[in-house]
């Protein structure tokens, strides 16, 4: 059984779509995914700066467009795949409600991009970011993010988890750690699933309103709380509610596993989750695509598994 994992945002990186625009079928895909974004995807994944698509208004439709175009690539590499799961991490659930069918590839990317421009503008009220606190206890770690009035917004497994709040408190953070941990600022502009994030949930459930929702056609999981989400409403419903309040990636990385699946493809940008999988999905195989050449190897794990009919 194959899981379909879609990273969130941080994972992306300059350039990382040039690869892909060799191919005619992705070019053309990406020039309509740029016309619901409204953006140009193809320039910002090619010739844009860190610095430029750290911006969340840009990054977060730039990185659901990369893992879409990663999986329409590998489903014409391996003819008739049916994932038994799919789910993304943060804005990656975005790619997963494409990937499941509960939202078009246009409508996912449209939806997220004002989802990028909604947190964008809540970003700006007040500086804040996030940081990846690895090691430690688990309990200690949670006790000393909420002792330093900041939010556990993203609850990995694997011994990680993401603060958030405002610089001033990541600062004071990062400077007397929990005991064996590491504090880690990552590549975001704002302290994203906290209540930081609540004035842009009605823009973005305004948007939710205008897109159409179909229920999922293979198993699709929520950051909510890990369960498999079987209404393309609920699905929407939850991705918006999501804006300001935490990820439970660990969760879902439990479901998985008790699932029974033993090999996860992660799509473009990938890298991150693979990674994370080495501690959170023991003995399931994982190969990241993050470029052409490494559809291949995914191609190869999918076979060997009931990933494909």
């Given at each position: 059984?194959?899981?379909?994992?879609?990273?969130?945002?941080?994972?992306?990186?300059?350039g990382?779509?040039?690869?892909?625009?060799?191919?005619?079928?992705?070019?053309?895909?990406?020039?309509?995914?740029?016309?619901?974004?409204?953006?140009?995807?193809?320039?910002?994944?090619?010739?844009?700066?860190?610095?430029?698509?750290?911006?969340?208004?840009?990054?977060?439709?730039?990185?659901?467009?990369?893992?879409?175009?990663?999986?329409?690539?590998?489903?014409?590499?391996?003819?008739?795949?049916?994932?038994?799961?799919?789910?993304?991490?943060?804005?990656?659930?975005?790619?997963?409600?494409?990937?499941?069918?509960?939202?078009?590839?246009a409508?996912?990317?449209?939806?997220?991009?004002?989802?990028?421009?909604?947190?964008?503008?809540?970003?700006?009220?007040?500086?804040?970011?996030?940081?990846?606190?690895?090691?430690?206890?688990?309990?200690?770690?949670?006790?000393?993010?909420?002792?330093?009035?900041?939010?556990?917004?993203?609850?990995?497994?694997?011994?990680?988890?993401?603060?958030?709040?405002?610089l001033?408190?990541?600062?004071?953070?990062?400077?007397?750690?929990?005991?064996?941990?590491?504090?880690?600022?990552?590549?975001?502009?704002?302290?994203f699933?906290?209540?930081?994030?609540?004035?842009?949930?009605?823009?973005?459930?305004?948007?939710?309103?205008?897109?159409?929702?179909?229920d999922?056609?293979?198993?699709?999981?929520?950051?909510?709380?890990?369960?498999?989400?079987?209404?393309?409403?609920?699905?929407?419903?939850?991705?918006?509610?999501?804006v300001?309040?935490?990820?439970?990636?660990?969760?879902?990385?439990?479901?998985?596993?008790?699932?029974?699946?033993?090999?996860?493809?992660?799509?473009?940008?990938?890298?991150?989750?693979?990674?994370?999988?080495?501690?959170?999905?023991?003995?399931?195989?994982?190969?990241?695509?993050?470029?052409?050449?490494?559809?291949?190897?995914?191609?190869?794990?999918?076979?060997?598994?009931?990933?494909?009919?």
């Amino acid at each position: 059984m194959i899981a379909v994992l879609a990273p969130g945002q941080g994972a992306q990186t300059p350039g990382m779509l040039a690869p892909w625009l060799d191919d005619p079928a992705t070019a053309t895909l990406l020039a309509e995914l740029s016309a619901a974004a409204e953006l140009d995807l193809a320039d910002l994944g090619t010739t844009a700066d860190a610095e430029t698509i750290k911006d969340t208004a840009l990054a977060q439709p730039l990185i659901v467009a990369a893992s879409i175009l990663t999986y329409r690539a590998l489903q014409a590499r391996v003819p008739g795949l049916t994932p038994a799961l799919t789910a993304g991490h943060s804005v990656g659930e975005f790619a997963a409600l494409a990937v499941s069918g509960v939202l078009s590839d246009a409508d996912a990317v449209r939806l997220v991009a004002a989802r990028g421009r909604a947190m964008a503008t809540a970003s700006a009220t007040t500086p804040t970011g996030m940081s990846a606190v690895v090691g430690g206890q688990e309990d200690e770690v949670s006790e000393a993010i909420t002792a330093a009035g900041l939010t556990p917004a993203n609850v990995n497994g694997g011994g990680q988890i993401v603060a958030a709040g405002t610089l001033e408190q990541l600062a004071a953070f990062a400077a007397a750690p929990p005991a064996r941990a590491r504090v880690i600022p990552l590549a975001v502009a704002g302290a994203f699933h906290t209540e930081h994030m609540a004035p842009a949930v009605p823009a973005v459930r305004t948007a939710a309103d205008a897109v159409t929702a179909n229920d999922p056609q293979i198993g699709l999981l929520s950051n909510r709380d890990g369960e498999r989400v079987t209404s393309g409403t609920d699905a929407v419903d939850r991705v918006v509610a999501q804006v300001a309040n935490p990820v439970r990636w660990d969760l879902c990385c439990e479901t998985i596993l008790a699932s029974g699946v033993t090999g996860a493809v992660e799509l473009a940008p990938a890298g991150v989750l693979s990674k994370l999988a080495k501690r959170t999905l023991r003995g399931v195989t994982a190969v990241a695509v993050s470029s052409p050449e490494d559809l291949d190897a995914a191609a190869e794990l999918i076979t060997s598994t009931e990933g494909a009919s």
